[in-house]
T-cell receptor, first 111, second 118 residues
Framework: GNSVTQMEGPVTLSEEAFLTINCTYT??????LFWYVQYPGEGLQLLLK?????DKGSNKGFEATYRKETTSFHLEKGSVQVSDSAVYFC??????????FGGGTRVLVKP | GAVVSQHPSRVICKSGTSVKIECRSL??????MFWYRQFPKQSLMLMAT?????????EQGVEKDKFLINHASLTLSTLTVTSAHPEDSSFYIC??????????????FGEGSWLTVV
């Protein structure tokens, strides 16, 4: 079956530090890959996505590249802010299918 | 991006009563919607997949008679928690897939609904 594995948190960083959250996946076929962010007490927001190999998704300073050869979709941001404190979920979806989520990574950015 | 709205955002109900949560796609049509439950500090647990005009598909272990799902239109799905008990207290989140080419395939989430059963 399909699965997503992401690094466990919490990840604690200082403001302006570099953030990387690793995500790897297993899927039959060619999935689309997503990063969602969940701020405390809220639902999930789509952060970025990539639909095919070598695509780079980017938004709000975050980036992730769809690496088919390593089945990875690592999330990066060069300089985090306190407002980036949240839980980040990596997910995949095959066409017409439901999302498969990773376990989520809690990120805490300290001033 | 596309917007999915949930209502109510917070609800408190008495044990034994039923409560309905609505999920609307505001600027797109959604043939398929999903309902999740999230426990504190955990990932989302898919409860059911809701397809417009047909019966929902429930995940293993989810009681279909307790969690009634209706998807009567392309923009609205509802989750009704029947005979609620305190253990049903949770954060419920819906999501919707943009209708059209399956290659579009992006799923958007609502803001979530906090249910507290007292």
């Amino acid at each position: 079956g399909n699965s997503v594995t992401q690094m466990e948190g919490p990840v604690t960083l200082s403001e302006e530090a570099f953030l990387t959250i690793n995500c790897t996946y297993t899927a039959t076929g060619y999935p689309s890959l997503f990063w969602y962010v969940q701020y405390p007490g809220e639902g999930l927001q789509l952060l970025l996505k990539a639909t095919k190999a070598d695509d780079k998704g980017s938004n709000k300073g975050f980036e992730a590249t769809y690496r088919k050869e390593t089945t990875s979709f690592h999330l990066e941001k060069g300089s985090v802010q306190v407002s980036d404190s949240a839980v980040y979920f990596c997910a995949l979806s095959l066409p017409g299918d439901k999302l498969t989520f990773g376990g989520g990574t809690r990120v805490l950015v300290k001033p | 991006g596309a917007v999915v709205s949930q209502h109510p955002s917070r609800v408190i109900c008495k044990s034994g009563t039923s409560v309905k949560i609505e999920c609307r796609s505001l600027d797109f049509q959604a043939t398929t919607m999903f309902w999740y439950r999230q426990f504190p500090k955990q990932s989302l647990m898919l409860m059911a997949t809701s397809n417009e005009g047909s019966k929902a598909t429930y995940e293993q272990g989810v009681e279909k008679d307790k969690f009634l799902i209706n998807h009567a239109s392309l923009t609205l799905s509802t989750l009704t928690v029947t005979s609620a008990h305190p253990e049903d207290s949770s954060f419920y989140i819906c999501s919707a897939r943009e209708t059209g080419s399956i290659w579009g395939n992006t799923i958007y989430f609502g803001e979530g609904s906090w249910l507290t059963v007292v």
